[in-house]
Each structure stands twice: as C-alpha cells, then as structure tokens.
C-alpha cells in the first residue's frame, strides 16, 4: 500500500492504535470534521498519536506535545450524521515518526517517516511464552473473547501481539511503548514483560476487578 508524505494528526490522551486493528471514532470536533473530509475526499488515511499531557493548552503555547512515533490508520466507513458530525472506522496500518509539522489548516498535520517494521514471525517459543503469560492474566476472565484469539494458532504472530497491546486495559504509556518497539519480537516481549507486570501487581493488591481490564 502507497502511503502519502503528508498526513493529518488526531492527537487523543488515551488511544493508541496498532496495525491491523480497528479503531471506531465519533467525530464531533468542527476541526475533526474538516480534517475527516478532507481525508475522505483524498488518501482517506488519519494519524493517530497520542498526547504527552491532558490536552490543555493555552493558544499562546500552541498546540499540546504529542509522542513523535504514531499510527495511521485508514477510513473504511464513514457515517455521516445530519448535524455535521459522523462516525468513522479506521483500520490501523503503519507506524510512523512525525518528521515535521505543517500549519496552515484548523486542524494538525504532519510531514512523517513511515516505520515499515521488521513483521517476520515470531519463534514458536516466543509465542507461547506470551500466550502462557496471557492464559494466566486472563483466568480470571473465563468467558472474555480474547481466549478465542490465544486458541487460535492460525492467527498471524503480528496480528496476535498487536490485538494484545491494543485490548489490554494497560496505561496509555505502556500502549505507546509498545508501540515503538522496533521489531514485532521486541514488541511480543516487552508485551509479555508489562503483562507479567500487571499480573504481579494485582494479585498482590488482592485484585477483585480482572473483569474489568478489557475496555
């Protein structure tokens, strides 16, 4: 697929998205509304990154800092409502880093290097080491549709770990590192090492909310 040099930016404080997975968005924004038609109308493709802070910024200090390393994603449908506003569907398809900034519109939008990722399998020893560690910070949720993904083999490895890093309800932080993992291996196993993390952590809370980690 031939991605353009220029795209638009969606700045969120707590969505990171990864390729191959979608992301339903409600556009309500007038800048958001603008930005959404003119992506319709040419490439369809949308950045998403996420910010550094809450969003909250002066118009003095410009707009809010937003990590450098992104995903973009493309516009499969698109519902138009009849207030202006609309519902999108965007499916994740490549990392980026935001190379420059480019004003001159209401809403953001940004010059970027596309991050084409190392997307070889995984070792089968890899794998399951994650879906082990998975199968135990999940026990908790027997009837949780992810068992049907960590029981699925024919599942691509890619398609795998980014449908972890993307449903688990983990801290923005954690989702944006993953994100930046230079390889879809590094990625499986800093995955593996946040989860055990978690785990760790909420059986040492006595952790009664497991069914609440899934947003």
Known sequence: MELPRTIPLFPLPNVVLFPGLPLPLHIFEPRYREMVRDAAASHEVIGMVLLRSDGSASAEAGPPPVFAVGCA?????????????????????????????????????????WLWRDHASLDPGRRERLAATLRRHLQAEPESPAHKVLGDASIADEVFVNFFSYVLDFPPLEKQALLEEPTLAARADRLREIVEFHSAAGFAAGDSDAGDRFH
């Open 73 to 113: 994603g493309k516009i499969v449908s698109r519902e138009p409502l009849p207030d202006g506003r609309s519902n999108i569907l965007l499916h994740g398809v490549c990392e980026f880093r935001i190379a420059a900034e480019i004003p001159g519109r209401a809403y953001r939008r940004a010059e970027v290097e």
